[in-house]
């Protein structure tokens, strides 16, 4: 592995790079801030996030991947490109750059992750698969014919995977995973409070208040907001039953997820995953109460990932290291001459 080696986890939420043998070098929220006027990038990461809902009408604050997919090339083009340049400067030798892709990614959106990262002017470009970096980045030995599960719950998408073997075997996702949690909360507010709330207000609620395992009504968050009927800035103490309730149908969907992927997994596999027990990365890893609610409600021990929200990056980036053993988790951006 050469020092210029990059790692991405192009996460709908956030984007996580390594490089070289330094590690994570850059964990930012995948945010460009594009001025339309002069077609000119304002700003990425951290920077951009703070201008989501502050930006006057010329100004586009937007999150280019969605549901863990590329749905606007041009911008995702320009931001890789500013923030590997932000990692690794001007340099004479290109980096090689590894981007994990979702398990259910498409061709054509392999193509457009593969196409991103060239532009960011890198000499070679990889693709693993992300339940495979995520079990590397959490040091499981996954080269031996032993099943483990993997669930990664980011922002846009909660995906639940079994690995053996340096391949995925069976892997399912959907759609209900921190974003769409904070929906919940944002419609829960509007519907039982009347009280208009942006989506950053209710993620910090989330993080806050939530516990999915023994919610008290005692335990409460004060969420500040505007009311729709004075149309004025107003405030609600939320307790976390309350919250519990208005995230139960994600919670129960991620779940069900859980036991679809059990159910579906060959018996020794099953057998092995009962052994191990189940892993849980991405940031919605930290939902209060989850490990305990997973053991309760499955039958299945769980753990959280060390990191958990930097883990799968730092898998892709010690996936350099494994690139011979690892072959059919990658593939060759050479593989995409279609110009
Ligand atoms: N402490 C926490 N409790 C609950 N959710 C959290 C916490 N920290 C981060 N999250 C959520 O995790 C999601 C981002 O996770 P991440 O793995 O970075 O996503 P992605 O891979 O899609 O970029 C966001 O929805 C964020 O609100
Ligand atoms: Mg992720």
Redo the contacts with the bound molecule.
């Keep these: 592995m050469a020092n210029t080696d990059i790692g991405i ?1 192009l ?4 984007i996580v790079m390594t490089m070289g043998r330094k590690g994570v070098v850059l964990s930012e929220p ?1 945010v460009i801030a594009y001025n339309t006027r002069t077609e000119r990038v304002l700003a990425v990461g951290k920077e951009a996030y703070e201008m989501i809902g502050r930006n006057p009408d010329y100004i586009r604050v937007a999150r280019p991947i969605c549901d ?1 997919v590329i749905s606007d090339d041009d911008l995702t083009h320009s931001m890789i490109r500013e923030f590997v340049l932000k990692v690794a400067g001007y340099q004479l030798i290109k980096p090689r750059i590894i981007i994990c892709v979702p398990s259910f990614i498409t061709d054509i959106q392999s193509r457009a992750v593969v196409e991103a990262a060239k532009s960011a002017g890198s000499r070679q470009v990889y693709l693993i698969q992300e339940p495979v970096a995520a079990m590397i980045g959490a040091g499981v030995n996954i080269a031996k014919a032993r099943g483990h599960m993997i669930v990664d ?4 998408t909660t995906d639940v995977a079994i690995v053996s073997m340096n391949g995925l075997v069976t892997s399912h996702t959907i759609k209900n ?3 769409s949690i ?1 929906r919940a909360i944002i419609k829960y507010m509007q519907n039982t409070y009347k009280l208009l709330i942006g989506e950053r207000t209710a ?1 910090t609620v ?2 806050e208040l ?1 516990n999915l395992y023994d919610p008290n009504d005692e335990i409460t968050y004060t969420v500040k907001g505007r009311s729709l009927i004075k149309g004025l800035p107003a405030q609600v103490q939320l307790n976390e039953i309350e919250l519990f309730k208005a995230i139960e149908d994600e919670t129960f969907a991620i779940m069900a997820a859980i036991r679809k992927v059990l159910e579906d997994a060959p018996p020794e596999l099953a057998g092995d995953i009962y052994d191990n027990g189940l892993l849980l990365t ?3 890893a ?3 109460g989850l490990t305990q609610l997973i053991r309760r409600t499955l039958n299945i021990n769980c753990t959280i990932a060390k990191d958990a ?1 930097n883990c ?1 990056a730092k898998g892709t980036g010690m996936a350099f290291r494994s690139m011979t053993t690892l072959l059919d988790g990658f593939e060759s951006a050479t593989v995409y001459k279609y110009r």
């Design positions: 986890d996460g709908t939420s956030n995948s863990g719950i980011g922002g846009g995973a921190g974003n904070d993620e989330k993080r939530c991405g940031g919605g930290l939902l209060g929200v799968v």
